[in-house]
């Protein structure tokens, strides 16, 4: 199982990278394993400031339907605007292609509640 040691993780299975006061967020291979064929992603938050743990959209597989949350708080400046016609770039590539949006961060203090690659692989076993 990948799982990137430079990226931080949230307890609900998302990533994120910080470039600066950017940050790009994915759901990790661990979470794309369990959903199974990704068929579908919603995001309709681009432009919204929304609060760490809000939902910022939805992900759904061919066996259920789940929500996707926010890591920190802060403004949704992109959506992958790829994964319109290839949801299936989640299950492909989750930490390169898969991604799900980009924010601007608020709070980078909020960064330091986040999950290091070693709590996360302690999270997942």
């Not at 799982?3 to 950017?22: A, R, S």
């Not at 579908?40 to 743990?53: D, P, R, S």
């Amino acid at each position: 199982m990948n799982i990137p040691d430079n990226l931080k993780y949230t307890k609900d299975h998302e990533w994120i990278l910080v470039d600066g006061d950017i940050a790009t967020v994915g759901i990790t291979e661990f979470a794309q394993g369990e959903l199974g064929d990704i068929v579908f992603v919603e995001i309709e938050t681009e432009g919204e400031e929304l609060e760490k743990e809000e939902v910022f959209g939805t992900i759904e597989a061919v066996k259920t339907v789940s929500d996707l949350y926010m890591p920190i708080t802060g403004k949704v400046i992109e959506i992958n605007p790829d994964l319109e016609d290839q949801p299936d770039l989640v299950n492909k590539e989750p930490f390169e292609g898969g991604w799900m949006i980009k924010i601007e961060v608020s709070d980078s203090a909020e960064l330091d509640s986040l999950l290091s690659a070693e709590q996360y692989k302690e999270l997942i076993g």
